[in-house]
């Protein structure tokens, strides 16, 4: 399985950015597909998921309500969109399945939100 996340930057404060997550060697419809993040200093931590059988997802506490976790079957991708941005998000951004599989960490994405 290979997984490359793209779209991330630097943004302000209560603006929007909207990561994709390319997977290949796995169909986003047959697994549950999920972001995870890493902050400078902290461990990598949960913030979206979407279940294969039902499509229903699933927020971390501190992203409920700003952000949107999809999935694009044709084009074999995992969106994130992410709104009113706070510099607690900034991380660096991960896709993987749920629950994650070791082997197939990506670089991730850099976001920073800073005015």
């Known amino acids: 399985v290979q997984l490359v996340e793209s779209g991330g930057g630097l943004v302000q404060p209560g603006g929007s950015l909207r990561l994709s997550c390319a997977v290949s060697?796995?169909?986003?419809?047959?697994?549950?597909m999920a972001w995870f993040r890493q902050a400078p200093g902290k461990e990598r931590e949960f913030v979206a998921r979407?279940?294969?059988?039902?499509?229903?997802?699933f927020f971390a506490d501190s992203v409920k309500g700003r952000f949107t976790i999809s999935r694009d079957d044709a084009k074999n991708t995992v969106p994130l969109q992410m709104n009113s941005l706070k510099p607690e998000d900034t991380a660096v951004y991960y896709c993987?399945?749920?629950?994650?599989?070791?082997?197939?960490w990506g670089q991730g994405t850099q976001v920073t939100v800073s005015s």
């Open positions: 060697g796995l169909s986003v419809s047959r697994a549950t």
């Open positions: 993987n399945t749920f629950p994650p599989d070791t082997r197939s």
């Open positions: 979407i279940a294969w059988t039902t499509g229903d997802t």
